[in-house]
């Protein structure tokens, strides 16, 4: 822990109570990802249906004994729609009301941050993705080969794979969106994070070379990469949005590409406005299970407390506004530590409701160990001595967050490693140590 104190690695995560096959969706909705962007905090949530069909109304009704409150399925008609956007009529649709926030990018390849990711992995896709078990699973491949030296994956494209607008996905879009990646021009913060280990994308990043050399089509559905050295993860960086496929007939066509993309992901960008992202399903989406939700709506930055939004509804003035329908509520929200004790009260309906589950976070504190004094080891290991996490989970997070033992979060490869144990609570050795350094005498 010389470099930082890691304080805290998983909190609770928000899993919608969306019966069988609706929780079957939302691995849909996750598919392209690893979950980390929307299952980050403790929450509740409910289904919240517009005319649903008779199927879904079977899978997800409430029973008799529930309160109203829990689910709703009131269906709703044409007249009770408010919609002056230009869009279609929402009656006869599942809709998904979440609150969002407005994020700084739709482009993938410009994407690091996890409120854009939150939408471009709904959006767009790659070679590779994560299932709601994090086992890493072939996307747009089909299969893919490992040489044996461990140098060169061969990738098979599967032929069903399309864009959004029906256009067959080949590998010399691959080869098209990674050259992008790694061309200084498009200014992405991650291409050498994530796509570097690739042979000749940092000579292009560093303006060096006019192509990456270890890309190649062998044919338009095999794509071929090579590596600069093996890595067993590097499989795992072909899943980030630094390395989903992009048309290139899209992008070129209009500098705002991004906010009309022709994507690959389960849904597609309907609406990107000041108070709200609309996602609608992608109906030429390749893999199974389909997208079961018409259509996503985040309410960005919406002025009202979200535990109201999500028990009362939300009021005429932000249905208006936002063109909603009648009735809306918020049908997942984040559960603040202000919230939690009666979220899970078990005399409280809100319980029903609430799931957590581990997230892929980790909190820490960094030290600039090139000023000082942080460029003493013994300063840094006495501040974290100096550090009580146990009382801080506890007055801070009320024991629903475990302290990080290391920078790997639960259920990533390499977590449990039982040589890593966290620094104890001990001001008197952090006193000591100060005294040590070279700034013990200060």
């Known amino acids: 822990m010389g470099q930082g104190l890691i304080l805290k690695m998983s909190k609770p995560a928000l899993v919608l109570p969306y019966r069988k096959r609706l ?3 939302l691995a849909t909705l996750l598919v392209s990802f690893s979950l980390a962007c929307v299952s980050g905090i403790p929450g509740i949530g409910r289904q919240q249906n517009v005319s649903p069909s008779p199927d879904v109304v079977e899978s997800g009704a409430a029973s008799s004994d529930e309160p109203s409150a829990i689910i709703k399925n009131t269906p709703e008609t044409t007249e ?3 919609n002056t956007s230009g869009e279609t009529d929402l009656a006869g649709q599942q809709i998904l ?4 926030s407005e994020p700084p990018t739709f482009d993938p390849h410009l ?3 996890a409120t854009s990711a939150e939408y471009v992995v709904e959006i767009f896709s790659g070679l590779m993705a994560y299932d709601p078990e994090l086992n890493l699973i072939p996307d747009i491949a089909e299969s893919y080969q490992i040489s044996d030296d461990g140098l060169v994956y061969t990738f098979k494209i599967k032929p069903a794979a399309r864009f959004q607008d029906g256009k067959s996905i080949r590998a010399k879009d691959f080869k098209w969106s990674f050259e992008r990646a790694c061309d200084p021009a498009t200014g992405s913060y991650t291409a050498d994070t994530y796509m570097g280990d690739i042979a000749g994308c940092r000579d292009k990043l560093q303006g060096q070379a006019g192509a990456v050399a ?4 062998v044919d338009d559905l095999t794509l071929q990469l090579t590596i600069d050295e093996p890595k067993s ?3 795992a960086k072909m899943s980030y949005p630094t390395a989903y496929v992009l048309d290139q007939e899209n992008v070129e066509s209009d500098p705002a590409w991004s906010t009309h993309p022709n994507g690959s992901g389960p849904f597609r960008l309907a609406q990107a406005g000041q108070n709200k992202v609309v996602l609608r399903k992608n109906d030429n989406y390749y893999r199974d299970p389909k997208p079961i939700l018409d259509r996503v709506i985040y309410l960005i930055n919406a002025p009202i407390d979200l535990m109201t939004g999500y028990e009362h509804g939300l009021p005429e003035d932000i249905i208006t506004s936002y063109e909603l329908p009648e009735g809306s509520t918020y049908d997942i929200i984040p559960v603040s530590l202000a919230d939690f004790y009666r979220a899970t009260d078990p005399h409280n309906v809100l319980s029903r409701e609430f799931t957590s589950s581990k ?4 909190f ?9 004094p942080f460029d003493d080891v013994k300063i840094r290991q006495a501040f974290n001595l100096a550090l009580d996490k146990p009382r801080i989970v506890k007055l801070m997070y009320h024991n629903t967050t475990p302290i990080a033992n290391g920078i790997v979060p639960p259920g990533i490869p390499g977590y449990e490693n039982p040589d890593l144990s966290d620094h104890q609570f001990d001001p008197e050795r952090a006193r000591q140590l100060i005294t040590e350094s070279s700034y013990g005498d200060v």
Do not use: R
């Open 97 to 100: 009301i979440l609150p969002g």
């Open 359 to 362: 997230s892929l976070n980790v």
């Open 214 to 217: 270890g890309v190649k089509v």
């Open 364 to 372: 820490y504190i960094a030290f600039n160990v090139k000023k000082p």
């Open 111 to 113: 994407s690091s941050d």
């Open 233 to 235: 993860f590097f499989l």
């Open 23 to 25: 929780i079957f969706l």
């Open 80 to 82: 009770n729609i408010v």
